[in-house]
């Protein structure tokens, strides 16, 4: 049986009518976020939705020709940089914040009018920025007037090493959250653990003997390949076109440019009653009777 994930916030089945088909942040504009914002906006065209960008850095010499940005945009915020680039080339108005992520400021967007999609995309290199990602999952201290329901925000997560990375999906950050995940009678998926539950070592900051180069630093010294921030990007676009769709099946993505391998794990009740350590029949709803 395949699952399809329904992203809709868990309100009973009665049919609902949302303010937007989405509200996306997007956290990190550099090497993935930046190529990424622009395959989202694409596919926002023509659907009522709002966009958020948050990226505390500035464009550098180093990041002209590896990121999405030109030698004119030397110095200013790459979040800033890219709104209003976007907003210009897509007449859609789009947000941006140049403090870093923080789930009391930013994730309140998600909050200020209803979405069928709330999606949080994490497109960070370190521990510390996934940990306050995912600490938004946790929290439910939502302010104004509309108020989602627990398990209503979806992260996705994008991350990569020198020629190999991952795409994760999930909201639930405790295996308990997963309880009656799956509804076999209408084939559908309303929860998955979430990345920091799928690799806990995602929240792990190892030791560093020396600050950690971003991406494009990373690619000028051969420890980056050119083109894995745009593979990433892509796989990650490839998420967001599904979720906006309804048809998205998929929980993870494993891919390998060196070995020309791509691996979907299928978002599927075996594989996250084992994330989860729980009975199979833990993450299955019984069936509703008419």
Known sequence: MRYVIDPVPIAGFAPVRYERDATIVLVGCGGTGG?????VCRLLIGRPAQLCLVDMDRVEPHNVARQAFDRADEGRFKAEVLAERLARRFGREVGYAVTPYNRELHAQVFGNASSRLRLLVGCVDNAAARRAI????????????????????????GGNGSNAGQ????????????????????????????????????????????????????????????????????????????????????????????????????????????????????????????
């Open 134 to 157: 995912a600490a938004t999952l946790e929290d439910r201290s939502w302010s104004g007037a509309y108020r989602p329901p627990p398990q209503s925000v979806w992260w996705l997560d």
């Open 35 to 39: 190529f990424l914002a622009e395959a």
């Open 167 to 290: 795409v994760l999906l999930g909201n639930v950050t405790q295996p308990d959250g997963l309880r009656g995940a799956f509804l076999p009678d209408l084939t559908i998926c309303r929860a998955l653990p979430a990345p920091s539950l799928q690799r806990p070592d995602l929240l792990d900051t190892p030791p560093e003997p020396h600050p950690e180069p971003d991406c494009a630093e990373a690619v000028a010294e051969g420890a980056q390949g050119p083109t894995i921030n745009q593979v990433v990007a892509a796989v990650m676009a490839s998420y967001v076109e599904k979720l906006l769709a309804g048809n998205c099946g998929w929980m993870a993505s494993y891919f390998d440019l060196d070995d020309g391998t791509l691996r979907c794990v299928p978002a599927d009740p075996k594989t996250v009653a084992g994330i989860a350590g729980l009975h199979i029949n833990a993450v299955v709803s019984p069936a509703r009777r008419a």
